[in-house]
Nanobody, 127 residues
Framework: QVQLVESGGGLVQTGGSLRLTCVVSGLPFSDYALGWLRQAPGKEREFVAAISAFGEATYYADAVLNRFTLSRDDAEKTISLQMKYLKPEDTAVYFC????????????????????WGQGTQVTVSL
């Protein structure tokens, strides 16, 4: 059974930083691309960032490009999202997500790419 457990969310002021971590179990971790999605109140879930199997490539949403950095640690079976220069519009529940099959990555910038996700972690950015 695949499990994804997010942590690291919290309340931060505009311009601040947070680091989100996701621990993954139940699948051959290094073979899978992984991503972060987010959902703000009253809005649809949206893509944030993705990293390919073995960390060879990354995608970022335009809204977070040059502010967020996604990395993976295959030994620890974790991915981490370093978020800097946070803005109020970054406020959302952030979900770690995985696709249904290994080695897929071409469509990782689409929310439809992902078939499982965790419970989420709340990020709130105050003015």
């Amino acid at each position: 059974q695949v499990q994804l457990v997010e942590s690291g969310g919290g309340l931060v002021q505009t311009g601040g930083s947070l680091r989100l971590t996701c621990v993954v179990s139940g699948l051959p971790f290094s073979d899978y691309a992984l991503g972060w999605l987010r959902q703000a109140p009253g809005k649809e879930r949206e893509f944030v960032a993705a990293i390919s199997a073995f960390g060879e490539a990354t995608y970022y949403a335009d809204a977070v490009l040059n502010r967020f950095t996604l990395s993976r640690d295959d030994a620890e079976k974790t991915i981490s999202l370093q978020m800097k220069y946070l803005k109020p519009e970054d406020t959302a529940v952030y979900f770690c997500a995985v696709p249904s099959r290994p080695r897929m990555f071409a469509k990782a910038a689409s929310t439809d790419f992902y078939t499982q996700w965790g419970q989420g972690t709340q990020v709130t950015v105050s003015l």
